[in-house]
């Protein structure tokens, strides 16, 4: 059973850099093919998906958040990370690490993490 | 870019049947079949109901079932009881733009 655990600073000032962490326990990020994404929810609000990254490094953003974020596979501690620039008010909420599964276009996130808030205030 | 659209209630009693519709365009729900459905209780992560439209993960109630037509993906769960009480969200692959994109979420009311 592969499992989730997102870590990260649960404050973050505004105009700073947001970063998290994923590490992945009971499956290996680098013998498996499947997807790693980020996924966030504001408070009282729907799911937003952030991102996803493969563990050869492949990457597919968001548009509307593509200019700010980054993510990274670190396979010898079975981590990825994500990382959102020039963060605001708007970037308070729940953020989910997520693995993606099956067909490269099918949004099956079949494991999650527990989630971490993040709230961005000065 | 709009999310897909969701009614933002639904309610039933126990027993019953409800179905949740998401809708979409012709670029995501109706181009592809490639919609998932995750449930989301309070305060916890979503998990996994239905994926590629109709197809169950192993360890999900048969209650649990997913169907599409044209831009409209649904779900319905059958049987209804308490523990069904939560937030239900549809999701989709986006030809244009966002790639992946989800409803904006249904709270079901189990009476």
């Known amino acids: 059973q592969v499992l989730l655990q997102e870590s990260g600073p649960g404050l973050v000032k505004p105009s700073q850099t947001l970063s998290l962490t994923c590490t992945v326990s009971?499956?290996?990020?680098?013998?498996?093919?499947?997807?790693w994404s980020w996924i966030r929810q504001h408070p009282g609000k729907g799911l937003e998906w952030i991102g996803y990254?493969?563990?050869?490094?492949?990457?597919f953003y968001n548009p509307s958040l593509k200019s700010r974020v980054s993510m990274s596979v670190d396979s010898s501690r079975n981590q990825f990370s994500l990382r959102l620039t020039s963060v605001t008010a708007a970037d308070t909420a729940v953020y989910y690490c997520?693995?993606?599964?099956?067909?490269?276009?099918?949004?099956?996130?079949?494991?999650w993490g527990q989630g971490t808030l993040v709230t961005v205030s000065s | 870019q709009s999310a897909l659209t969701q009614p933002a209630s639904v309610s039933g009693s126990p027993g019953q049947s409800i179905t949740i519709s998401c809708t979409g365009t012709s670029s995501d729900v109706g181009g592809y079949k490639y919609v998932s459905w995750y449930q989301q209780h309070p305060g916890r992560a979503p998990k996994l109901l239905i994926y590629d439209v109709s197809n169950r993960p192993s360890g999900v109630s048969n209650r649990f079932s997913g169907s599409q037509s044209g831009n409209t993906a649904s779900l319905t769960i059958s049987g209804l009881q308490a523990e069904d009480e939560a937030d239900y969200y549809c999701s989709s692959y986006r030809s244009s733009g966002t790639f992946w994109v989800f409803g904006g979420g249904t709270k079901l009311t189990v009476l």
């Open positions: 997520a693995r993606g599964y099956g067909n490269t276009y099918s949004p099956t996130f079949d494991s």
């Open positions: 009971g499956d290996s990020i680098s013998s498996s093919n499947f997807s």
């Open positions: 990254i493969y563990s050869r490094g492949n990457t």
